[in-house]
């Protein structure tokens, strides 16, 4: 068979292209004929009548192997265009007719439920009584801690900064020392007027060394420390959500600075026996928004069995803004940190409890948990398919999020005080840049993280309308090749000369568009 001759005019996602004309070459390809009159087709536009885009070969018209069947075929601009773009990602199934009755372009009109909260809900990171005994000190010039930059903020937070602190340190900047609180706490801390508010404490004697903040050294440990009798003032708060999504606080002012880091996702999950594949946003609602709507959003119908954040978590506001349920407003047992969260949901391994289950985790922590926990593929309203954030369950390559496939994420943030601390402009310097080290690259994209290098599309505020993002230096190939195998345009080079004149740049010895 001959090469495939692609439609002009169309933009498609770079892997849906690839994927596409993988379909139609060799001769595994002839499985896929529509039709075998050997006078069907002359070009694409002869083929279009048998829907999903098929491409005209040697005369017969091709299955182009993308969906859904009547998807956005050109360039996304529109949301919906973003949510329904063609691609080769899995395509999962949310009948909202079957399973809610909302049937057509019937939605859920229903009032949300105030919730009941039990009082049972306690983060298992909290422990006991310590009985380890004085704690080292985080700031400790003899030990090599004589420069440190304190920070706070959410629990999501702490892997990858355990993969940044030797870099950060071997670069001659301060050694990090985080305390765990939550997003809004990260902002809370810089934003706040209240100097008592600015500060990292240590908590009450006898706690739990979970409960202290911690330093994170060079060999690439994360040590529970003692701040002091005084604590330590905030030079980073850190957020997984914008500061003009917590509750009173705006957009930076002339106080305040920004800078933003790698992409993170906020997934649903279930137990890892449970059936459970999907979910679209009007039944999320209907769980988290009404305790399952008296049974109709079976089988999540136990509010026992719902296992959720609180209200200053960055996870619970940007899923609270995607599916329409105010933060504080979730039904469910907040477990407190993404670590106790991830606990309660894999020892539950009953059929009827872990078909019952669910809960709601940044996709970080899924990704180190697989085996005991599975994420739902999510269906926004409007889109035709659920899709995971990665292109099959399998994968890890996040192209649902880098192409608006998959819409619940948004950048790291990290507010300082203006004029910029030194020990925050230090681990700002390396961490938040235009281009990163490649180290630094390499500590995003194994925290489970997507740089901006690896994303086309953007947005500016807490789920906000995509629009389409031409990274100024693109490392998509790079992501994919750290997580899997690149797709076929992602061709090897050693400088630009090797590439095509369609992907000139060469970045990370992969061509690139730019």
């Known amino acids: 068979m001959s090469a495939l001759r692609p439609i ?17 070459l060799g001769s595994a390809a002839c499985t896929l004929l529509l039709d075998r009159s050997s006078t069907q087709c002359e070009s694409n536009a002869d ?26 075929y050109g360039t996304p601009q529109q949301p919906l265009d ?25 939605a859920s009109d229903a009032l949300l439920v105030a919730p009941q909260k039990p009082d049972s809900g306690v983060s298992t990171t909290q422990g006991a009584a310590s009985d380890a ?7 400790d010039p003899a030990n090599g801690r004589a420069q440190v930059v304190y920070m706070t903020g959410s629990s999501n937070f702490p892997p990858l900064l355990v993969k940044l602190a030797p870099i950060i340190i071997a670069a001659g900047g301060p050694t990090p020392v985080f305390l765990i609180t939550s997003s809004c706490n990260g902002v809370k801390s810089v934003f706040s007027t209240v100097d008592t508010e600015r500060f990292i404490r240590d908590p009450a004697p006898g706690s739990s060394p979970a409960k202290y903040a911690a330093y994170f050294g060079q060999d690439g440990t994360q040590v529970p420390c003692a701040l002091g009798p005084t604590g330590a003032m905030v030079d980073i708060g850190e957020s997984d959500i914008f500061s003009s999504t917590c509750p009173g606080f705006g957009p930076p002012g002339d106080t305040v600075n920004e800078s ?15 059936s459970q594949t999907a979910i679209s946003q009007e039944a999320a609602r209907e769980v988290f928004g009404m305790a399952g709507n008296n049974g109709a959003a ?21 899923i609270g803004h995607a599916i329409g349920v105010p933060a504080d407003r979730f039904w469910g047992i907040d477990q407190g940190a993404a670590s106790a969260m991830d606990q309660a949901l894999k020892v539950l391994t009953g059929s009827i409890e872990a078909e019952q289950a669910i809960g709601i985790i940044s996709v970080d922590w899924y990704d180190n948990d697989r085996k005991n926990l599975k994420a739902l593929a999510y269906k926004a309203a409007g889109q035709e398919c659920a899709y995971l954030p990665d292109s099959s369950p399998d994968a890890m390559d996040k192209r649902n999020v880098r192409d608006g496939h998959y ?21 700002l310097s390396v961490v938040t840049v235009p281009k990163v080290d490649t180290g630094v690259l390499d500590a995003f994209i194994g925290a489970s993280l997507v740089p901006t290098c690896a994303m086309t599309v953007q947005r500016d505020a807490e789920l906000a309308a ?36 369609a992907r000139p740049a060469c970045n990370l010895n992969f061509c690139e568009v730019r």
Not at 8 to 24: E, F, N, S, T, Y
Not at 48 to 70: E, I, M, R, Y
Not at 300 to 314: L, S
């Open 8 to 24: 002009r005019g169309i933009g498609l996602p770079r892997w849906a292209r690839a994927a596409a004309a993988g379909l139609v």
């Open 82 to 106: 973003f949510l329904n773009q063609c691609s080769s990602a899995q395509c999962l199934s949310f009948d909202n007719c079957q399973r809610l009755q909302f049937c057509g372009d019937a």
């Open 407 to 427: 819409p619940i994420w948004g950048p790291l943030h990290f507010f300082t005080a203006n004029p910029l601390p030194p020990a925050a402009g230090a681990f």
């Open 47 to 72: 083929c279009a009548k048998f829907g999903g885009h098929p491409f005209c070969q040697s005369g017969l018209c091709v299955k182009s192997g993308l969906s859904p069947t009547d998807c956005f």
């Open 260 to 274: 933003v880091g790698p992409n993170q996702a906020m997934a649903f999950v279930v137990p890892g026996a449970s």
């Open 298 to 318: 079976t089988p999540w119908i136990d509010p026992a069995r719902y296992f959720v954040r609180n209200a200053n978590t960055g996870t619970q506001q940007m």
């Open 133 to 139: 005994g004085p704690l080292p000190n985080c700031q």
């Open 466 to 501: 995509l629009r389409p993002y031409p990274a100024p230096f693109e490392c998509g190939c790079y992501f994919e090749s750290k997580k899997g195998s690149p797709p076929p345009e992602c061709t090897g080079c050693n400088a630009a000369r090797d590439c095509p004149a």
